[in-house]
Nanobody, 115 residues
Framework: QVQLVESGGGLVQAGGSLRLSCTAS????????MGWYRQAPGKQRELVAE???????NYADSVKGRFTISRDIAKNTVYLQMNSLKSEDTAVFYC?????????WGQGTQVTVSS
């Protein structure tokens, strides 16, 4: 089992920045994928940014140039730095870790961007 704890969400004005964190514990040696997803009200959950299995980063077109995914292996933490936030970024953000067998989701953290 892997447990994920997210933090860093909140209310921010358009143009502002937030940094989300997701810290993992448990059987993390098997993890080969980390990512951030989001779900806005009335919409499907969508990929925001990820470290692929090969270790490359990948971003949704809507966040390219504004968001950056990073990780600190020693701290078992993945980050999402979000700059130039827009009202359309308002959503619940989830981190996800996966191994070859299982997918683990964080509890979600609310990000609200006021215009």
């Amino acid at each position: 089992q892997v447990q994920l704890v997210e933090s860093g969400g909140g209310l921010v004005q358009a143009g502002g920045s937030l940094r989300l964190s997701c810290t993992a514990s448990g059987r993390i040696a098997s993890i080969n994928y980390m990512g951030w997803y989001r779900q806005a009200p009335g919409k499907q959950r969508e990929l925001v940014a990820e470290f692929t299995v090969s270790g490359r980063t990948n971003y949704a077109d809507s966040v390219k140039g504004r968001f950056t995914i990073s990780r600190d292996i020693a701290k078992n933490t993945v980050y999402l730095q979000m700059n130039s936030l827009k009202s359309e970024d308002t959503a619940v953000f989830y981190c996800v870790y996966s191994s070859a067998e299982y997918v683990y989701w964080g509890q979600g953290t609310q990000v609200t961007v006021s215009s």
